[in-house]
DNA sequence: ATGCAATATTAGACATGATCCAAATGCGCG
DNA sequence: CGCGCATTTGGATCATGTCTAATATTGCAT
């Protein structure tokens, strides 16, 4: 499940975007990228520290901080209370399940914005971001 | 331009979704609807104090929570950093400028998406947020 | 009007996510 | 080995937002 390879995997995505390797970096990274599940800060800290070593809570958030610059991450803004660090780069959009505050990738492809608004002069559209809210069909 | 029309008005609106009316939840409303701007609670307990009397900080949380319970306003979740609160509760979406973070309608109509994507059985569309986000275009 | 119970407001304590800091550690290389 | 620099770290600090328990106001019956 968790062979060499992963690893070697993960460090050489690091690497390529040009993030130095440290043994920490090389557990937030495995703990990101193996599953790839949308997690906050706190969810890495606790799956790090669950599986392997002491990594404090400083360094998650500086290596999170890190890889968003690099590009190995991106952020989901839909819960007011913490932000979850999506490791799926490419463009995509989300479900987003109100009543357990999971998150669900929807291909770019499977939603098609007809009509775009006119942006204001000078301005240019930097992303878009789309969020499906959904909740189990209510039982009484 | 703030006469006592318009305080009747945000007096009935508030009456007619079932707010009982005191000196502070009108001093809000008139901050939220007179201009109809997405606020934070701090830019809203600092409106609300410059114009007028003091409001507390609590009773301007209370009342925000009165008022999305109500459907007076919804919340809008985009900055990490805080809630903006909307009062134009019709269906609609936004442009977010990143680089002041100032929130702008679209009208619903104004984007159409096609092939919305199939849900998990038992699952249904609470609502669907858009943000385009958007910077000016600027070659440094 | 007066009294009374329910409701609303408030100051300040508290919770939480996230950032900052200054000290300690580790690493690459001469 | 030892030096210089990047990284890590505990703990302090900050910012939004919530809670509490006391006070003030309100609505209403008498
Ligand atoms: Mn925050
Ligand atoms: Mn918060
Ligand atoms: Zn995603
Ligand atoms: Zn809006």
Chains 1, 2 share one sequence.
Do not use: C, W
Request: aromatic share 4%; glycine share 4%.
């Amino acid at each position: 499940m968790d062979g060499p390879s992963d690893h070697d995997d993960f460090a050489d995505r690091l690497q390529r975007h040009g993030v130095t390797l440290t043994h920490q970096r090389l557990e937030i990274a495995a703990v990101l990228f193996r599953t790839m599940e949308h997690l906050s800060a706190d969810q890495i800290l606790a799956r790090v520290n669950a599986r392997n070593a002491q990594v404090s809570k400083a360094t998650v958030y500086n290596t999170l901080k890190l890889f968003l610059e690099k590009g190995l991450l991106r952020e989901v803004i839909v819960d007011p209370d913490r932000v979850f660090y999506d490791p799926n780069v490419a463009p995509h959009h989300h479900l987003y399940d109100v009543t357990t505050g999971h998150l669900t990738d929807i291909p770019a492809e499977a939603i098609t914005l007809a009509r775009l608004p006119q942006l204001p002069d000078g301005m240019v559209v930097e992303g878009v971001d789309i969020v499906i809210r959904t909740r189990p069909l209510n039982p009484p």
